[in-house]
Every structure is written in structure tokens, then in C-alpha cells.
């Protein structure tokens, strides 16, 4: 028996080491959903946002596919997001009432149920890095404010001015919502909601979810949003599914939409697919909530619904098959 045992051991390893490479993998990212039609885009900048959605999809990929973990992944990714100035997060958020930008995200890892945000941080130049950090290196699942950044430098964080983060595009949009509105927070919405986040499956099929945002423009009053808030804006689990949510935050905080869906997974029998539409486009949509989600399960099988006319959107599939959309009717 002793010259069998090696044997059958080498071949233990060699099941389990091809079992585990051939696990699928899959990623999914999110650029904001809303009133996002065509024509409303010029060329140029549509074309800028799906080049900046395929690459944070691929540089998130490619993580996964050398054997990378989804909490990489994710980081990544909207790493990428939040260095574009075509979306609110990071680089081009949307400004406040004060004319400053600030800074909400959050992430989690859905075999342990980990997670960390920071909400209305000022001058992180990636409030994800944050966010991990604050999972990884402190008791706490949240942090804000001044707090927040604190946290961040004793990190050594990059930190970036003003001029960095302030885009002419966002000034023009916050002058033009002060021409024509007033301060009422009823009045405060936008026609969009370009929040980023990103969802992913790995090879040990480990789950994570990452969400960022630059919040609402002309916010007052350090408005917070769904984008910090686990179980509403971000969620993971690994017996259900991972989620990122964009949309009017009060509601997905109100429905704890991204948790919900999980929920549904695990506890309903409802596919990923049933459980994310069920809760965009009938709850969400039941009580005025616009918005979407990007979600995956430990299947690999993306879900990403919407209830607008359009969201920022990528994906490659279990079957490395990509996709970049943008508008409603840019469907697979």
C-alpha cells in the first residue's frame, strides 16, 4: 500500500488543482444609470465611456484569469472608474452646493462577509482604497469625514488638490442646476446617477462587490447616498450573489435593494436573473426609484437590469464572451 499512497495523493492534488482552474470567472462593471439616451452623448465622450468600461472590465479580468481574487479584481476596477473623469466617482465627481466634491464607496467579500466604506471623504484621490482598508486594517465597517481621511494618510493614501478632481464639465453642470432650480432637496436629483461599481467571481469562487460615487450634484448638508452603504448600495455573498447598485440612493437605501436580491437568491429559489429584475423593475419601480444593478452568482451568471433609459455597463461572461453597453436597447 505504501507505493499507492503517493500515488493516489498526486492525484488528489492534480483533481483538485484542475477542478479549481477550471472554475468559471466572471466580472461585471457599472458607470452610473439614468436618462441616458441617444444623441444626449456626443461621439466623442460615448465613445471615451466605453473605452474606460472595457478596460476597467479587462484589467479586472485579467486578474481573475491569472488566479486572482475578486476582492483584486473589483479594486481594480473601479480603480480605473474612479481615474476617468467621464464618471461621478473619484476624478469628474459631481460637485456639492459648495462647489467641493465628496467622496463615498465602499466594498466586501462575500466568503466572509467582511466589508468597508468611507463616506464624504474630501481629497482621497481612490476612496475604494479606502474603503478596503478599512475592511483589512481596522475594526470598523465605516468611517467619514474627516475621520475618513485621516485614516487614509496614516495609510499613505494618494491625496490629490482640487484642480485634480474638479472637472470644467461638472462646474458647468452644477451652474446649470443652479440656474434652474431651486435648493429644495426635492429638487436636488439628476437626470443620471454615475455612480461606479464593480462585481466578480474568482477561481476559488470567492464573490466581491465594490461601489464609488461623488454622490448627488448640488448635495447639501454631507448628503450620503446608497454607494457606502452595505446591504443598499453594495453586497456580497458567497451563497448567493455579489451586487453594486446605481441609482436614486434614498431608495435603494429605503428597500436595502443590493441585500434584497441576495436575499431572493438565497432564501426564494428566484434565479440571480428573476431576483434582480423583481427588484429593479418592480419594486424600484413601484415607488419612483431609478436605477440598476450589475450582479453575479457563484455560477458566474451576470445579471445587470435597469429601469432607465440607459446604464453605463460591462461585463465578460463565464464564457469570456464581452460586453459594453450603454443604452436599453443594447441587450444580449
Not at 19 to 24: G, L, M, R, S
Not at 137 to 148: I, K, T, Y
Not at 178 to 202: I, N, P
Request: proline residues 2%; glycine residues 10%; aromatic residues 6%.
Amino acid at each position: 500500500m505504501k507505493y499507492f499512497q503517493p500515488l493516489a495523493l498526486l492525484l488528489a492534488i492534480t483533481v483538485a488543482s484542475t477542478t479549481v482552474a477550471d472554475n468559471p470567472v466572471a466580472i461585471a462593471v457599472h458607470g452610473g444609470a439614468g436618462t441616458i439616451e441617444r444623441g444626449l452623448l456626443s461621439e466623442e465622450r460615448e465613445l471615451a465611456i466605453r473605452e474606460a468600461l472595457e478596460k476597467a472590465v479587462r484589467a479586472g479580468h485579467e486578474i481573475l484569469a491569472n488566479g486572482g481574487s475578486s476582492l483584486d479584481a473589483v479594486t481594480a476596477a473601479v480603480e480605473i472608474l474612479e481615474d476617468a473623469p467621464e464618471f461621478n466617482a473619484g476624478r469628474g465627481a459631481v460637485l456639492t452646493s459648495e462647489g467641493t466634491v465628496e467622496l463615498d464607496a465602499s466594498i466586501m467579500v462575500g466568503g466572509s462577509l467582511d466589508a468597508g466604506a468611507v463616506a464624504s471623504v474630501k481629497g482621497v484621490r481612490n476612496p475604494i482604497q479606502a474603503a478596503r482598508l478599512v475592511m483589512t486594517d481596522s475594526p470598523h465597517v465605516m468611517l467619514v469625514g474627516e475621520g475618513a481621511e485621516t485614516f487614509a494618510r496614516n495609510r499613505e493614501l494618494d491625496f490629490a488638490d482640487d484642480d485634480w478632481f474638479i472637472t470644467d464639465f461638472r462646474r458647468e453642470q452644477l451652474e446649470a442646476i443652479r440656474a434652474r432650480r431651486d435648493t429644495q432637496m426635492t429638487e436636488l436629483s439628476e437626470d443620471w446617477y454615475s455612480t461606479v461599481g464593480a462585481v466578480a467571481l474568482d477561481r476559488e469562487g470567492n464573490l466581491a462587490a465594490a461601489t464609488s460615487t461623488g454622490g448627488m450634484s448640488n448635495k447639501r448638508w454631507g448628503r450620503v447616498g446608497d454607494s457606502p452603504i452595505i446591504g443598499a448600495g453594495t453586497y456580497a455573498d458567497n451563497r448567493s450573489c455579489a451586487v453594486s447598485a446605481t441609482g436614486h440612493g434614498e431608495y435603494f437605501i429605503r428597500h436595502v435593494v443590493a441585500y434584497d436580491i441576495c436575499a431572493r437568491v438565497a432564501y426564494t429559489g428566484q434565479t440571480l436573473a428573476e431576483a434582480s429584475d423583481t427588484v429593479v423593475n418592480k419594486v424600484l419601480r413601484q415607488v419612483g426609484g431609478d436605477g440598476g444593478v450589475i450582479a453575479v452568482d457563484p455560477r458566474g451568471r451576470i445579471s445587470m437590469p435597469f429601469n432607465t433609459a440607459g446604464m453605463y455597463r460591462a461585463a465578460i461572461h463565464a464564457d469570456g464572451r464581452l460586453e459594453v453597453g450603454i443604452y436599453n436597447d443594447e441587450t444580449e
